[in-house]
């Protein structure tokens, strides 16, 4: 596994701003995904951060409401954008490829957002 | 569309008892499985996977059943201890969907009592 932290752990916003959260891992990793978890439902994946190129988003997350960025191997990072109430959620970052089974993924602790 | 669902969004299980937490997915292009442990303020914390080429998985208390006929899977938690209490979540994923990308049920909340 890898150790994977995130920043900040929570915060408190006004609509209309924006936030950036980090996400870092202490090893280089191959995937790196972001996933938001809205009050009483799953976790959804928000997109996947591809390193020096485009993330590549799911179906309902478009790039001006959530831009991504991965620098590096060890790296990213996931804005909220314009913010209204409807974006309180807690937001996840997960790294995969690590162990011998691809698919298994790893998580942050998350960040807890509130959008007042 | 929730392609993963976990009906039960509570279970309660004493102390030395089995705890049976149950998945249903949708998709028949899922080929990996994946069940994850969630503390209050935590992330999910990975427990224990399953290969659709498989039917049963074991890893100490732990062991993963996969029916893929029923597409149905369900873990099994012998003794359930007090540790245990945590949300319990199902993950499935395909190698032909957003990279190995995890589509996840709602979760069951599980309280083992002493």
């Known amino acids: 596994s890898a150790v994977i932290s995130q920043k900040p752990s929570r915060d408190i916003c006004q609509r209309g701003t924006s936030l950036t959260i980090q996400c870092q891992v202490d090893s280089q990793v191959t995937m790196m995904f972001w996933y938001r978890q809205q009050p009483g439902q799953s976790l959804t994946l928000i997109a996947t951060a591809n390193q020096g190129s485009e993330a590549t988003y799911e179906s309902g997350f478009v790039i001006d409401k959530f831009p991504i960025s991965r620098p590096n191997l060890t790296f990213s990072t996931l804005t909220v954008s314009n913010m209204s109430p409807e974006d309180s959620s807690i937001y996840l970052c997960s790294v995969g490829g690590l162990g011998r089974i691809y698919n298994e993924q790893f998580f942050g602790p998350g960040t807890r957002l509130t959008v007042l | ?114």
């Open chain 2, 1 to 114: 569309d929730q392609q993963v669902k976990q009906n039960s969004p509570s279970l309660s299980v004493q102390e030395g008892r089995i705890s049976i937490l149950n998945c249903d997915y949708t998709n028949s292009m899922f080929d990996y499985f994946l069940w994850y442990k969630k503390y209050p303020a935590e992330g999910p914390t990975f427990l224990i996977s399953i290969s659709s080429i498989k039917d049963k998985n074991e890893d100490g208390r732990f062991t993963v059943f996969l029916n893929k006929s029923a597409k149905h899977l369900s873990l099994h938690i012998v003794p359930s201890q007090p540790g245990d209490s945590a949300v319990y979540f199902c993950a499935a994923s395909s190698n032909s969907n957003s990279g190995y990308a995890l589509n996840f049920g709602k979760g069951t909340s599980l309280l083992v009592t002493p």
